[in-house]
């Protein structure tokens, strides 16, 4: 049984950075198409970032240039770093596998001043 737990949120103020780690049991993520999706209360839950099997990464376009997807296989981790963070990054962000499985937990992201 996969389970996915995301960590390294927080609070951060506009122009700033924070990196989200995404360590799954019950799977490696070597080799695997990995996502990130984010949810604001109210609302559905949106594909923020991807990472094929053979790491070709893709973005939605609000974030593009200020997020960076990516996976460490030695400790089987994905990270989303983001950079540039604005008020409407303000979000809880969850990581999946690809096709999507159970969602974990996620990591709240509040970007103000």
């Known amino acids: 049984q996969v389970q996915l737990v995301e960590s390294g949120g927080g609070f951060v103020q506009p122009g700033g950075s924070l990196r989200l780690s995404c360590a799954p049991s019950?799977?490696?993520?070597?080799?695997?198409?990995m996502v990130w999706y984010r949810q604001v209360p109210g609302e559905q839950r949106e594909l923020v970032a991807s990472?094929?099997?053979?790491?070709?990464?893709y973005y939605r376009d609000s974030v593009e240039g200020r997020f960076t997807i990516s996976r460490d296989n030695a400790k089987n981790t994905v990270y989303l770093q983001m950079n540039s963070l604005k008020p409407e990054d303000t979000a809880v962000y969850y990581c999946?596998?690809?096709?999507?499985?159970?969602w974990g937990q996620g990591t709240q992201v509040i970007v103000s001043s």
């Open positions: 019950g799977t490696i993520v070597r080799g695997k198409a």
């Open positions: 990472l094929t099997s053979g790491d070709d990464s």
């Open positions: 999946n596998t690809w096709p999507l499985g159970a």
